[in-house]
């Protein structure tokens, strides 16, 4: 195992971890990385641990530069559990010196014996000099969690990142310019989307602080992914976009079926979409990880949910998506709901009213279909799609993102 050079005497120490599929619930069809960084200085420094099972993989990078036990700084960043092993490297290196937020002290209390440790608590704007090289840390409480703050390594114009601008993404390329663009760009929307989502307005002004403090960036190191060294510009701007919400002009049809007939259903809503020009992509749920249809529910400006009834309900799966959607408190986006019921109905409402929970433009009313839809309904169908797209035409124009 080798450690990285991303910069003149600093290191990628981390471990790409290719097989992990569900994340916390969070479906990664790419596997992701535990990215942290050793930088040579006069005092020797670790920004960042990782997940328990890969701290050899780690401390066998860091080795194949220094002694792990020659570590005099551990700046932690974050300490939610895929980069929370601190207790290997403290006892690796004990006389090392910890620097985080106070609140990242208190939650690893809650995991750790921290009474032996040297921890130390920093502050936004405080600065911690390493030899040659000196740190500045910038709190970021709820990006995502309480505990989280950034690393500048000024003489480098370095930001050591944490979760921010990371994705999960698996790949023995290191940095943005090695990997296909495209692809890269999903995996930014993916995890933004499935993480980032709630926190947009703290993004928005965290972006605005480190405009203000004037910090020059030529790379940005997260925690997960490729590190941003070709064109740092390109990842703050994505996520400038993201953060304020901007969308395509596009929709998304999100269903499940029991029998069909809501799918049925959902092929002439699509066909009447793009008669109103309005590009649609159609995702079945049990047929598409959670965590990609959340994705597409972001990157289009409008959705419409379809739904079967089961029991007087929504469909279990369609339910799930709805809670999921809820926790990440989307915001800026169209909706509507449609489904077939064989008797009761009952699935429709209830998606209106768990998307009427959220700070979405609501479209209604919805559709609902008996049993399965004749070719009157059909046309009906057709008619209602192309209303939405109309309707998510006039909404997206509203926007000057
Ligand atoms: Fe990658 Fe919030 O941990």
Redesign the pocket.
């Known amino acids: 195992m080798k450690a990285v050079e991303i910069k003149p005497g600093i290191y990628w120490v981390g471990a790409i971890d290719w097989t992990v599929r569900d994340f916390h619930g969070y479906i990664t069809p790419k596997g992701t990385s535990?990215n942290n960084y050793l930088i040579l200085d006069e005092k020797l420094t670790l920004v960042d641990s990782v997940k328990t099972e890969f701290i050899k993989t780690s401390l066998d990078r860091i080795s194949s530069i220094v002694d792990p036990s020659k570590i005099e700084n551990i700046v932690i960043n974050?300490i939610?559990m895929?980069?929370g092993d601190v207790e290997t490297l403290v006892r690796k290196a004990p006389n090392a010196a910890l620097y985080m937020t106070k609140k990242a002290k208190e939650a690893l209390d809650r995991h750790f014996d921290i009474s032996d440790w040297n921890i130390n608590i920093v502050k936004t704007g405080d600065e911690l000099c390493i030899g040659k090289r000196t740190l500045v840390f910038l709190e970021t409480p709820m990006l995502?969690?309480p505990d989280?703050m950034i690393t500048y390594v000024k003489e480098d114009k370095l930001l050591i990142s944490?979760?921010a601008f990371?994705q999960h993404y698996a790949t023995s390329a290191r940095f943005d310019d090695q990997v296909p663009q495209e692809e890269l760009e999903d995996a930014v929307v993916d995890y933004y989307a499935n993480?980032l989502m709630p926190f947009g307005s703290i993004i928005k002004a965290k972006l605005n602080e480190v405009a203000k403090l004037g910090l020059e960036i030529d790379m940005i190191a997260p925690?997960?992914g490729v590190i941003w060294r070709k064109n740092p510009g390109k990842i703050l701007k994505m996520y400038h976009d993201l953060a304020t919400g901007a969308a395509d002009c596009t929709a998304v049809i999100i269903y499940d079926t029991m029998w069909k007939s809501t799918q049925l259903m959902s092929r002439p809503i699509m066909e009447g979409l793009l008669e109103a020009g309005v590009p649609t992509k159609v995702v079945k749920l049990r047929a598409t990880p959670m965590s990609v249809a959340i994705k597409e529910f972001w990157k289009s400006r409008g959705a419409l949910i379809g739904t079967p009834t089961l029991n007087n309900i929504m469909f279990p799966s369609v339910a799930e998506f709805l809670t999921h959607l809820r926790g990440l408190r989307p915001k800026n986006r169209i909706v509507g709901a449609f489904g077939s019921f064989g008797w009761g109905g009952g699935a429709v409402k209830e998606a209106y009213s768990e998307l009427k929970r959220m700070n979405l433009e609501i479209f209604e009313p919805g559709m609902e279909i008996k049993y399965r839809p004749n070719a009157e309904d059909m046309q009906t169908l057709f008619d209602y799609g192309k209303r939405f797209g109309e309707a998510l035409k006039d909404y997206h124009a509203g926007f000057s993102v």
């Open positions: 535990y974050h939610e895929d980069h995502h969690w989280s944490q979760d990371g993480i925690d997960h």
